[in-house]
């Protein structure tokens, strides 16, 4: 039986957002017991997680590899918190024209060209964000943290230059590979 892994593609801010993001999810874990945000970097999913085989890792790289080639750098800005009630809270992303039309194009490749495939966003709008708390935050919790987030004021902007691959290692989220945009 091949060795199979979970991975899935997306845009990670530069560091200094990234140290901002974990401080916050630092302060649900001390505050809300919501630790499960800290399985990852802090990101923009992309592709959600998909199982695909360790040894076609090389052919998924290089499909990645290709697409990221054919992109431009594009903007990204932060702003303010926003929740998926009653379990999730993050950091909203601004849906730029740009960032849906990298994510649809990402997700109609790699449906035609690998057969991979988000059953889940072929349902609902691409709603980008940046978690902070999920999943092992209680409904108790959400609607104590909810209030103290709701208008708190956060503000960034990046620019997007690449693709990152994570590969999950069995505990947490890795960074595997990442693609540089074109330009």
């Given at each position: 039986m091949p060795k199979i892994s979970l991975f899935f593609v997306a845009l990670l801010p530069p560091p200094e957002i990234q140290d901002y993001a974990n401080n916050i999810k630092q302060y649900f874990a001390e505050n809300y017991a919501s630790r499960h945000a800290q399985k990852s970097p802090p990101h923009i999913t992309l592709q959600p997680p998909f199982k695909w085989a360790n040894a076609d890792t090389p052919r998924l790289e290089a499909f990645l590899q290709e697409f990221a080639h054919q992109k431009q750098s594009l903007l990204i800005t932060l702003n303010g918190f926003n929740a998926f009630a009653p379990r999730v809270i993050y950091i909203d992303?601004?849906?730029?024209?740009?960032?849906?039309?990298?994510?649809?194009?990402?997700?109609?490749?790699?449906?035609?060209?690998?057969?991979?495939?988000?059953?889940?966003?072929?349902?609902?709008?691409?709603?980008?964000?940046?978690?902070?708390?999920?999943?092992d935050l209680t409904r108790r919790n959400f609607?104590?943290?909810?209030?103290?987030?709701?208008?708190?004021?956060?503000?960034?902007?990046?620019?997007?230059?690449?693709?990152?691959?994570?590969?999950?290692?069995?505990?947490?989220w890795q960074i595997k590979t990442e693609f540089a945009f074109l330009g």
């Open positions: 992303v601004v849906r730029s024209q740009e960032l849906l039309q990298l994510q649809a194009h990402l997700m109609v490749k790699m449906e035609a060209e690998l057969g991979i495939i988000d059953k889940v966003g072929k349902k609902r709008p691409f709603a980008p964000h940046m978690t902070v708390a999920f999943r609607k104590a943290a909810w209030p103290e987030f709701a208008h708190r004021q956060v503000y960034f902007e990046f620019m997007a230059d690449r693709l990152t691959l994570l590969i999950h290692d069995g505990r947490r």
